[in-house]
């Protein structure tokens, strides 16, 4: 094998290695600690992140309309990935602004 297909052969396998460990480590997780993640503490994140994943998905109907999406493996994971990253972004994004609030509410009672 040639030093490409080698470098490819291993990068291949590696991401294969990594998407088995994420799976792993999603499926470890108490239903309960993945319901905590999932809920957003305000309505406008909730709302930032159901756009966000209808953007990804596409616009696919409406209300009242059920729709079925097939996807490959490697699609679905990278789908998986984006909302977990938009999530992650989002949460942190979320806990910024209560700290900002927090600290501004605080300086204002000290102003009193």
Known sequence: MNNEAQSFHNITNNLQEQNEELLQYVQSLAPETIAQMSQPQSTEVKQVME???????????????????????????????????????????????????SLQDSEFHLSE
């Open 51 to 101: 756009r966000n994943i209808v953007s990804l998905l596409g616009n696919l109907g409406g209300e009242g309309v059920d729709i079925s999406v097939s996807m490959s493996r490697e699609n679905l994971g990278r789908l998986l990935g984006s909302a977990m990253m938009s999530g992650y972004f989002l949460r942190n994004a979320e806990q910024r602004h209560l700290i900002e609030k």
